[in-house]
């Protein structure tokens, strides 16, 4: 990850939080938008990789505006009951909102919570998931470490987040599109430009792909894979606790 992870970004990692403060109103809208949709059926993914155990409790960590929850909750029957984490009370406030109009706020519930020390006891979850969340934080493997505390012995953690696509045809496209239309867009739609540019900046220098599961190994997970999606401009990894 280098010397100082955070010299070229517009944004430290450290305080990309306040950014999504900052963009809370726009998110959802810029999220359909600037993955052309893709962000809805990549959640409808995710789901696929939820363990089968009935009565499961989930865990979302940097859950945004609980799209992650709500998708989730709606595509696996055996989740009994969530819980997202996240920094950013705005944010959350959004999530809120949509929660209590869905009617499951019986069942999905919201709380400020930092992912480097998740505030819930030691196997207390079947299944943690954190989607286009990791490349935000300072050290992904503490929280990866973090995730694998939480877990139930058999459990399962899920991690959606954007890669770089192995073909160099495809993977020169999609970083002229991150590198121009993603600022571009954002900037019109939130009048944030620097949190657009942050965007394109952490994902073209985070860990993927096999890089990224060794990671994971390394933070006790078992069973380590990834599942590339849209020719690799997106992944879901998977590891269980053993």
């Given at each position: 990850m280098g010397n100082n992870p955070d010299k070229k970004l517009t944004v430290p990692k450290g305080q990309s939080w306040q950014m999504f403060n900052t963009i809370s109103a726009r998110y959802d809208l810029l999220n359909r938008l600037l993955s052309l949709g893709l962000d809805v059926s990549w959640r409808k993914r995710l789901s696929q990789y939820v363990p089968e155990r009935p009565g499961l409790r989930l865990l979302d960590l940097a859950t945004g505006t609980a799209d992650v929850l709500l998708?989730?909750?709606?595509?696996?029957?055996?989740?009994?009951?969530?819980?997202?984490?996240?920094?950013?009370?705005?944010?959350?406030?959004?999530?809120?909102?949509?929660?209590?109009?869905?009617?499951?706020?019986?069942?999905?519930?919201?709380?400020?919570?930092?992912?480097?020390?998740?505030p819930v006891e030691d196997s207390?979850?079947?299944c943690t998931t954190m989607s286009f969340g990791i490349r935000n934080v300072e050290d992904p493997r503490i929280v990866m470490r973090e995730m694998h505390r939480v877990l139930?012995?058999?459990?399962?953690?899920?991690?959606?987040?954007?890669?770089?696509?192995?073909?160099?045809?495809?993977?020169?496209?999609?970083?002229?599109?991150?590198?121009?239309?993603?600022?571009?867009?954002?900037?019109?739609?939130?009048?944030?430009?620097?949190?657009?540019?942050?965007?394109?900046?952490?994902?073209?220098?985070?860990?993927?792909?096999?890089?990224?599961?060794?990671?994971?190994?390394?933070?006790?997970?078992v069973n380590v894979k990834a599942n590339p999606l849209l020719f690799g401009v997106a992944t879901i990894y998977q590891g269980d606790r053993g």
């Open positions: 998708t989730l909750i709606k595509e696996r029957p055996n989740i009994e009951s969530g819980l997202g984490l996240d920094m950013a009370e705005k944010m959350l406030d959004v999530g809120r909102v949509k929660i209590r109009e869905q009617k499951l706020d019986d069942r999905l519930t919201l709380d400020v919570g930092d992912a480097n020390a998740i207390s979850y079947d139930k012995p058999g459990g399962r953690t899920l991690i959606l987040e954007f890669s770089m696509p192995k073909n160099p045809v495809i993977r020169l496209g999609h970083i002229f599109y991150l590198r121009t239309v993603v600022p571009l867009i954002g900037w019109l739609v939130s009048g944030q430009y620097k949190a657009y540019k942050y965007l394109n900046q952490t994902i073209e220098e985070f860990p993927y792909g096999d890089a990224f599961c060794r990671w994971m190994t390394d933070a006790g997970f």
